[in-house]
């Protein structure tokens, strides 16, 4: 029987999973800053593209007709990585499909793929690699500190041992800065429950687990999981030290993609639409200023 598009997508997931590796975390590639994107039009790849892309060392990517197009070539023996993208069909008041999205009434998406190619199976042409930029640890630290006040989210220090973020009175508790082993490892954190946050009804109204395990509690932690994974990687904060490798976690999740094949899509796509809604503020303000009350003032980091 042929695999559905989530099969496959489902698939490549928990292979990874199954060799050892926490696909959100660390998931940008370690030899430059850069996150992955299609070398041709210079657009990142989002959703889960961002993380089954960044596995491989090098960021850039292009199609055959791409290569072609630039004057190269593709090196013996070499291996294709899979796109995935939603295909939108748009259907009018007389339920014909229309092309004109604005006259849609009603729209289904498809979930499909192409084929992409990693720069060093590429001869021909030459890949031209900016200078990494390194910030020092207080710029990381301050511009978390000018995104987190940009989203006018609440967050209280009440329990000091737990972070959570409370969908009832909506809220995000933090322990204090401090109390964790490292600064990188408090800001992956609040960045989770940032991702929780995101999914209020005034927000972008997820449907929020009600208690502990029920059934839309997977997939919203894997919303948060990934939300992090994004924010780390914007703000350049370094994750792979927290990743949580042990196989009793992978294997919850193999469990877990393997139940649903929709899981990791749908839960990719939820998490840059939580990304984007985290950052669009911070990426459009012309002034930042922190408050008088920041996590940079409640302990030396």
Known sequence: MKKSVFEIATERMVILLESGTNPWRKPWSTSTTLPPMNYASKRVYSGINFFLLSMLENPFFMTYRQIEKSGGHLKKGAKSEIVFFWLWTFFDRNEKVTKNENEAVKKIPNLKYYRVFNAPDIEGIEFEYPEPVQLKSNEKYTNCEHLIYSTNATIEHINANQPYYNFVKDFINMPV?????????????????????????????????????????????????????????????????????????????????????????????????????????????????????????????
């Open 177 to 301: 800065i401090g109390s964790f082993d490292n600064s990188h490892f408090y800001y992956a954190t609040l960045f989770h429950e940032l991702g929780h946050w995101t999914g209020a009804k005034s927000r972008l109204n997820r449907e929020l687990p009600s208690r502990f395990a029920d059934e839309n509690y997977s997939k919203e932690e894997l919303i948060a999981e990934m939300t992090s994974a994004f924010l780390c990687a914007e703000m350049g904060i370094d994750n792979n030290d927290l990743a949580n490798n042990s196989a009793a976690y992978l294997q919850g999740w193999i469990n877990a993609l393997k139940g649903d094949s929709k899981l990791i899509i749908t839960a990719a796509s939820a998490a840059q639409k939580a990304f984007n809604f985290i950052t669009i503020k911070y990426k459009t303000e012309e002034t930042k200023t922190l408050p008088q009350k920041s996590s940079l003032l409640l302990t030396k980091v």
